[in-house]
C-alpha cells in the first residue's frame, strides 16, 4: 500500500504533477472535441458543394461525366 501512497505523491510533486496530467487531459479532449465539430462542419459543407456541381453538370448537359 505504501508503494501506491508513494507514487501518487510522487516523492511530493504529485500536488503539481496531478493537476497538470488533468489540465492537459482536459486540454485535449477539447481540442478532440472541437476537430471532430469542425470536421462534421466541413463534410456537410461539401456536401452542399458537390449538389451544387451535380446541379451545374446536369444543366450544362454533361451528366455524370468530367
Not at 46 to 54: D, R, W
Amino acid at each position: 500500500m505504501q508503494a501506491v501512497s508513494e507514487f501518487l505523491t510522487m516523492g511530493g510533486y504529485g500536488v503539481y504533477v496531478w493537476p497538470s496530467y488533468v489540465l492537459a487531459v482536459l486540454i485535449m479532449g477539447g481540442m478532440l472535441g472541437l476537430t471532430l465539430a469542425r470536421l462534421r462542419v466541413t463534410k456537410r459543407e461539401l456536401k452542399g458543394y458537390e449538389q451544387v456541381h451535380a446541379a451545374h453538370r446536369k444543366r450544362r448537359g454533361r451528366g455524370g461525366e468530367d
